[in-house]
T-cell receptor, first 112, second 115 residues
Framework: SQQGEEDPQALSIQEGENATMNCSYK?????LQWYRQNSGRGLVHLIL?????REKHSGRLRVTLDTSKKSSSLLITASRAADTASYFC????????????FGGGTRVLVKP | GAVVSQHPSWVICKSGTSVKIECRSL??????MFWYRQFPKQSLMLMATSNEGSKATYEQGVEKDKFLINHASLTLSTLTVTSAHPEDSSFYIC???????????FGEGSWLTVV
């Protein structure tokens, strides 16, 4: 399968809570990226973590990468209703340039 | 910031007709662009890699004669869905790889509905 896997597939939380989602992939990678997609819209790039990095922060986002387990996690702290969206991880396999392989996505609902 | 524009944003066409979707990098050059397809509530699947001045590279299972890709300039790639069928209804989204450098930027996507 071209896709990696994400879990959970769906997540429902209250505003102010943290949201954590995980991504697993299959091949060696140059980097892993996380994107957000609002319903029916294009992708918004959130964060890129390189294969030699283990953790990265951007505002309320925290991403970890474990290349030995071929997995990554995205944590959104202090969630807001505006964070309601689908979140996708995408990997750039070694030697494949920017030909991205996307995970299945996590649909996050943040209830006010 | 770099902008990638897709046109049209949505289109409805009749079965059997062809429809063209444009992916344009507005303020940078892109030797390489990528076309993805996303069915409702599913993830993005890479269809093909579009290379300026040469033939596109298609992913396994994607019919190159049905999904025609033309990348005639450094700022424009087009995807033509030929002889469209209702099962081709989907969200088509492109990304463009900035040249020089290799940062990619996604377009806003194009909704295709075939009736």
């Amino acid at each position: 399968s071209q896709q990696g896997e994400e879990d959970p597939q769906a997540l429902s939380i209250q505003e102010g809570e943290n949201a954590t989602m995980n991504c697993s992939y299959k091949t060696s990678i140059n980097n892993l990226q996380w994107y957000r997609q609002n319903s029916g819209r294009g992708l918004v790039h959130l964060i890129l973590i390189r294969s030699n990095e283990r953790e990265k922060h951007s505002g309320r986002l925290r991403v970890t990468l474990d290349t030995s387990k071929k997995s990554s996690s995205l944590l959104i702290t202090a969630s807001r209703a505006a964070d309601t969206a689908s979140y996708f991880c995408a990997t750039a396999p070694r030697g494949a340039g920017n030909k991205l392989t996307f995970g299945g996505g996590t649909r996050v609902l943040v209830k006010p | 910031g770099a902008v990638v524009s897709q046109h049209p944003s949505w289109v409805i066409c009749k079965s059997g007709t062809s429809v063209k979707i444009e992916c344009r990098s507005l303020d940078f050059q892109a030797t390489t662009m990528f076309w993805y397809r996303q069915f409702p509530k599913q993830s993005l699947m890479l269809m093909a890699t579009s290379n300026e001045g040469s033939k596109a590279t298609y992913e396994q299972g994607v019919e190159k004669d049905k999904f025609l890709i033309n990348h005639a300039s450094l700022t424009l790639s087009t995807l033509t869905v030929t002889s469209a069928h209702p099962e081709d209804s989907s969200f088509y989204i492109c990304s463009a790889e900035r040249t020089p450098g290799n940062t990619i930027y996604f377009g806003e996507g194009s909704w295709l509905t075939v009736v």
